[in-house]
């Protein structure tokens, strides 16, 4: 079993910046696929970015590149996304995941390709 406990949502004004964090439990083995979701109210969950712990290989949805940076701290067994340039229409749920055992593929944005899922943290951004 794996427990992701995910912080760091709150509400910003556009153009401000967020760091959300995943910290991750209860798996000893180092290589997982991290991913970040996001779901806004009346939409499907979308995939947002995604890390491979092991070689620390990124891939990002097209409307995020440029202003999400995912990364991780090894020590820490924690995930972050660092979001910048916030808009009105990143406001979402934002939600961690993982899969483990394998690195990332081309699969990462899907949301039934992860096992296991944190609770949430709200981003709203106001215009």
């Known amino acids: 079993q794996v427990q992701l406990v995910e912080s760091g949502g709150g509400s910003v004004q556009a153009g401000g910046s967020l760091r959300l964090s995943c910290a991750a439990s209860?798996?000893?083995?180092?290589?997982?696929?991290m991913g970040w979701f996001r779901q806004a109210p009346g939409k499907e969950r979308e995939g947002v970015a995604a890390?491979?712990?092991?070689?620390?290989?990124?891939d990002y949805a097209d409307s995020v590149k440029g202003r999400f940076t995912i990364s991780q701290a090894h020590a820490k067994n924690t995930v972050y996304l660092q979001i910048n340039s916030l808009k009105p229409e990143d406001t979402a749920v934002y939600y961690c995941?993982?899969?483990?055992?394998?690195?990332?593929?081309?699969?990462?944005?899907?949301?039934?390709?992860?096992?296991?899922w944190g609770q949430g943290t709200q981003v709203t951004v106001s215009s």
């Open positions: 995941a993982a899969v483990v055992l394998v690195g990332c593929g081309g699969w990462w944005s899907v949301p039934e390709k992860f096992a296991y």
């Open positions: 209860g798996y000893a083995y180092s290589r997982k696929c």
């Open positions: 890390i491979d712990t092991l070689d620390g290989s990124t």
